[in-house]
């Protein structure tokens, strides 16, 4: 997968790059390549954001200063780059990131996230250049980096070479294989601590029944 994400910060995703499933995925064939918008910005001074017309706080990014950013990066006109891969708009208003729509971007060959700041987007680039506007959740962070390593990061240890057993991301909280349940309770050594005892199924080895178990603690978890 190739995930390209526009940012005024690009330094922010260093951390990111470094995390064993994202090394993983670019050792695999995947790619995340940082677009500054500063970098390509046609006004002085590095400028990318102005203040709102009808007044306000805070400073709104420019739809022209993306156009230019999206424009030298791809080589065509970004009002159809939407049309040959998922351009996302992460505001704390869009579409909610679940587990459906995560597995939906994972089967993309290729996606674009914006990353919003200040007051967010001139809405000219929302209509214009995205194809899908994204929220990690109902409250406001100060910019869409966050949201977008959130989002890269679900997407990336869904593919294939990106976890160190693949069989983790199988059986997981909202997975196919536990019915979209939220996952059942794990338990390590020491099988007692301050009298607080591992439950004695997971102690039995018996395959059918921890499965059984396990599968039962999902279901009532989502109650
Ligand atoms: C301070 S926020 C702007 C909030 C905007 N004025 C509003 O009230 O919806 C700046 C940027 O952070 C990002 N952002 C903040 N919270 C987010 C969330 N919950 N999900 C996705 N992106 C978010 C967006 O890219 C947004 O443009």
């Known amino acids: 997968m ?7 910060f690009p330094e922010a995703f260093e951390w990111f790059r470094g995390q064993r499933h994202v090394v993983n995925s670019l050792a695999a064939g995947s790619t995340l390549t940082l677009i500054n918008p500063r970098d390509h910005t046609p006004l002085s001074g590095g400028q990318v954001d102005d203040a709102p017309f009808g007044g306000g706080a805070g400073m709104v990014l420019r739809v022209d200063v993306i156009d230019a950013a999206l424009r030298a990066h791809y080589g065509e006109d970004p009002v159809d780059l939407r049309h040959t891969r998922r351009v996302i708009a992460l505001t704390p208003s869009g579409r909610l990131l679940d587990e459906r729509l995560v597995g939906e971007l994972a089967q993309e060959r290729a996606i674009t996230l914006l990353c919003g700041r200040y ?11 995205a194809s899908d506007v994204v929220s990690i959740g109902r409250y406001v962070l100060a910019g869409g980096e966050l949201p977008a390593m959130v989002l890269a990061d679900a997407v990336l240890r869904k593919l294939p070479g990106s976890l160190g057993h693949a069989a983790s991301a199988l059986e997981e909280s909202f997975s196919e294989a536990l019915g979209g349940f939220p996952e ?3 338990y390590t050594r020491p099988a007692a601590y301050r009298g607080w005892r591992v439950p004695e199924v997971l102690l039995g080895g018996h395959h059918e029944e921890i499965q059984r178990w396990r599968l039962d603690q999902a279901r009532h978890r989502n109650q």
Do not use: C, M, Q, S
Not at 2 to 8: F, Q
């Open 2 to 8: 190739n995930i390209d994400v526009v940012t005024l």
């Open 119 to 129: 007051e967010g987007f001139d809405e000219r680039i929302i209509e214009h250049f």
């Open 184 to 186: 059942y309770p794990h």
